[in-house]
């Protein structure tokens, strides 16, 4: 039976929605308890869990949450102080964007590196395994392992990395690297000095790639990203939220090159469902992606819905408005 007011989050390290939902717990001060998904606590995690995802959050009334981004919403409208949307409608709008973006396009940032090399399938196949069967022996964790690894790989068409993709995804990664480290260098959070939902949303991501040996080498380069990294851990307010005067010299660039592609591409997909496709290819800055269109992607429609949503309720801003043309954003999201 769980603490009066204590929330139980069922996820894994190398979950980067799990992550980001317990660094958000942390930030607000959250009475909650951190419980690895194993064979443990399995049957504990079912009764709260809807799809076999996680994270999945028990809450002190015993029912259960899923899905990172509403759990977020929900517990920011629950726990407003300290909040972590940024003061105006066009900052707070920007920083959803960002974590959407975080969410479906920084995870193919780390999924693809993860499950692509075999020094980083196995890394991750075992760091796996010693946390859903602590109990077991090695050769039953090699075992597990190897069936792990052996899945995951043949899994990686799902987010759309495939021999076409690889070089547009790769070269996002590095991008999308210079980009943060320019913005984070002397500044403590994507929004200034306290952490937005931008900041739990790409930073779930770049964290759980940072615990893969390929991209550690190249985010031990960057040491402001390494730095936020750290901090988001287990973050703290150290100062307010910032201007977009401030912020837009080496934001603005993140949406105009990174988030924009994110856009077209979740568009693409949009209506490759909607209209029943099997397969997708759309024009990336002159770059052909092109891939299949699975039971996930219809996750992304449903986001990119929701977001689009988002956009309308603060369509008239002029400031977020001027934003989004410069940057290109607009036209897949009005």
Known sequence: MANQGT????????????????????????????????????????????????PAVATPED???????????????K????????????????????????DEWGNKWMFHYRWKEEADQ???AERLVATMMPNASDAERATMADQIRERMVG???????????????????????????????????????RPSFADFGLWGQVYNAWTDPTCKKAIDGKPAVRAWIDRMLDPKAEGDFESWDTLAPTLEPLLQQEVRIFLAWASAIADAIASGAANVTVDLDGKSWSQTVGGPQK????????????????????????????????????
């Open 7 to 54: 929330y139980r989050i069922f996820g894994a390290e190398l979950s980067p929605y799990s992550v980001k939902t317990r660094s958000y717990y942390r930030y607000k001060g959250i009475p909650h308890e951190w419980i690895p998904r194993s064979a443990d606590s399995m049957a504990e995690y079912q009764k709260y869990a809807r799809l076999p995802i996680i």
């Open 122 to 124: 196995r890394s991750a």
């Open 79 to 102: 726990f407003p102080d300290p909040t972590t949307h940024p003061p105006t409608p066009a900052l707070k709008f920007l920083s959803e964007l960002l974590e959407e973006f975080g």
């Open 299 to 334: 996750y992304h429609a449903k986001s990119l819905k929701e977001i689009r949503r988002k956009y309308g309720e603060v369509r008239d801003d002029p400031e977020l408005r001027a934003v989004l043309e410069r940057s290109g954003c607009l036209p897949h999201l009005a």
């Open 155 to 193: 899994r990686v068409g799902v987010v759309g990395s495939n021999e076409a993709t690889a070089p547009i995804i790769e070269a996002s990664f590095a991008n999308g690297l210079d980009l943060l480290e320019k913005h984070l260098t002397g500044r403590a959070y994507l929004f200034g000095g």
């Open 63 to 77: 029912e259960g949450l899923q899905d990172s981004t509403p759990i977020l919403e929900a517990m920011e409208a």
